[in-house]
């Protein structure tokens, strides 16, 4: 095994979302900070829609799904007993590569579930506290919407305008008006004006334009940050006393390494950071790392995502661009109300995008293919550029018997025991999806539409990992403490969405961002002990 004699201040593990935003506000203060990323660079110019075969990489080496794409960077998941498939990306930039940017906060009342409806747990911090973080965020992603959305407290000018609802979105609004129900431009982690230097993103490639690694991480290492790609982490190596003191990883070529730092931080998401915690045993942790509560790995919470998609005479056109989120939000029925049959609330967000020829064809989210047969022709032209999609994103509350736990069987490449993920949809989750699929299916009507297809439950939704290192004041009922800290090892850190408390029903990547840069600041001031 090859030793490295250099001591980092502080060692990141994972370049994704929240890693390059960490990494970003340490190297500022001038603080050594070395990062490990088990995937390598992707190109900003990687896989152009102008290729004929462009849409095809979407359902192979570009497929959102790990175990599916099989690169030698990835590694597999045992995802034979949930209904959601998670979804990730390795790469500098994580599944911000892969994502659809689209950017919503959580709202005031997510950080305190407990107190309002009397389940789940409280955070230990509450949206103000997160506020400027959010804030500084935006500015750093080049955030585009519009200001003024009632459903959230008062917010800044957003960094830049905000981008098209599209034709399907303005057809959509009709229904929304007509209902008496919320919508407003969503924001979206996509430039939509020449921002801090970066061009807009003009679409063209199917990778994302709006990654951390076009964002953050160009910074970070002009700032003198160190990145050391296709470095994939074992362990996290412990001393006599229980403090971290780095870890061990594969390079590209299978050997050995080391990397010693003063303090560590995880930022792998909520399946990779429990795996490579219950990975990290030792005579003082037995059952895994910093897992003396017994939660590493468990109250695992998803997004479960039904879908609604409208098709109507309108000619709403074809984009030429690659996957995009939701430019167009509703939040209607995003608290709880004593009217409904269950807790909480969930998202719409308007698809109005996805319209290139495979997907239709092989019914995008819905998952429902346009039939083979005599009739294939006529269904495809019933679809293709005459579709609208509506996604109901559902709050998912943390229950323990939802786990990742590591597979007695399955390795990656190199030898390691590789996450078996075990998930039940909850009945009050269920009951959400049914409410959210008939009033996504009554704005479709509104709307106009001629035809109306739903989902209950897609399996492919699993982009967010979260809950499985819970934050709390309680060290026998979370992982961390307020500011990322593991209870158990005082120099152990945790970022990503692994520690939420309770998981919204929004995409969680804004949160995730913030809370690593308010750790971030915590290094740099009264927690920076951990450093010196």
């Not at 800044?156 to 057809?171: Q, T, Y």
């Not at 982690?189 to 953050?216: K, N």
């Not at 319209?355 to 039939?371: I, S």
Request: with cysteine; proline share 6%; aromatic share 8%.
């Amino acid at each position: 095994m090859a030793k490295s004699e250099d001591i980092a201040d502080v060692l990141v593990i994972g370049a994704g979302a929240s890693g390059a935003a960490f990494t970003w506000s340490l190297a500022q203060a001038g603080i050594k900070v070395v990062c490990l990323e088990q995937g390598g660079w992707v190109s900003a110019d990687a896989f152009p829609t102008s290729e004929p075969s462009a849409q095809v990489h979407l359902q192979t080496d570009f497929h959102p799904s790990p175990s599916f794409r099989g690169l030698p960077e990835d590694y597999p998941i045992n995802d034979t007993e949930t209904p959601i498939a998670p979804l990730m990306y390795n790469a500098v930039g994580g599944s911000t590569i892969h994502w659809g940017a689209h950017f919503p906060r959580f709202h005031p009342s997510d950080f305190r579930v407990k107190t309002l409806e009397g389940v789940a747990d409280d955070w230990p911090l509450s949206y103000q506290e997160l506020e400027p973080y959010y804030d500084l965020n935006d500015k750093m992603m080049g955030v585009s919407g519009l200001r003024g959305d009632p459903a959230y407290p008062e917010r800044p000018e957003r960094p830049c305008p905000p981008l098209s609802i599209r034709a399907g979105g303005r057809l959509l609004a009709k229904g929304f008006d007509k209902l008496g129900w919320h919508w407003w431009s969503s924001d979206t982690a996509i430039s939509s004006v020449t921002y801090d230097g970066r061009e807009p993103d003009m679409g063209g490639f199917l990778r994302s334009a709006a990654g951390t690694d076009l964002t953050y991480w160009p910074a970070a290492l002009k700032l003198g940050a160190r990145l050391e790609t296709h470095a994939r982490v074992r362990e996290i190596t412990i001393d006599d006393s229980g403090k971290a003191t780095g870890a061990l990883y594969y390079d590209a070529n299978g050997g050995l390494k080391e990397q010693k730092a003063k303090a560590v931080v995880l930022a792998c998401n909520g399946v990779g950071t429990a795996r490579l915690l219950l990975n990290s045993t030792s005579a003082l942790f037995p059952n895994g790392l910093a897992n003396s509560s017994g939660l590493v790995g468990k109250c695992l919470m998803h997004h479960p995502v039904g879908a609604v998609l409208g098709i109507f005479d309108e000619w709403l056109g074809t984009e030429d661009g690659g996957p995009r989120g939701s430019t167009m939000l509703s939040q209607e029925f995003y608290e709880t109300n004593p009217a409904h049959d269950f807790i909480r609330g969930y998202d719409l967000q308007v698809l109005a995008f996805g319209n290139e020829p495979l997907p239709v064809a092989l019914g995008g989210l819905m998952g429902q293919k346009v039939a083979w047969g005599d009739g294939h022709h006529d269904e495809f032209k019933e679809r293709f550029g005459h579709s609208v999609g509506i996604a109901i994103m559902t709050e998912d509350l943390p229950e323990e018997h939802n786990m990742v736990t590591l597979d007695p069987e399955l390795t990656d490449s190199d030898g390691i025991p590789a996450p078996k993920v075990n998930y039940t949809v909850s009945e009050n989750t269920a009951k959400m999806l049914e409410h959210g699929v008939a009033r996504a299916t009554e704005i479709m009507e509104a709307a106009g539409a001629k035809k109306v297809l739903s989902s209950n439950l897609r399996r492919n939704a699993g982009w967010h990992l979260l809950g499985t290192a819970r934050m709390g004041e309680d060290p026998a009922g979370s992982v961390v403490d307020r500011w990322g800290r593991t209870h158990d090892v005082s120099n152990l850190f945790i970022i990503d969405g692994s520690i939420f408390t309770t998981g919204a029903c929004v995409n969680p990547t804004p949160t995730i961002q913030a809370l690593a840069l308010r750790t971030a600041d915590y290094l740099k001031g009264e927690g920076g002990q951990v450093i010196k």
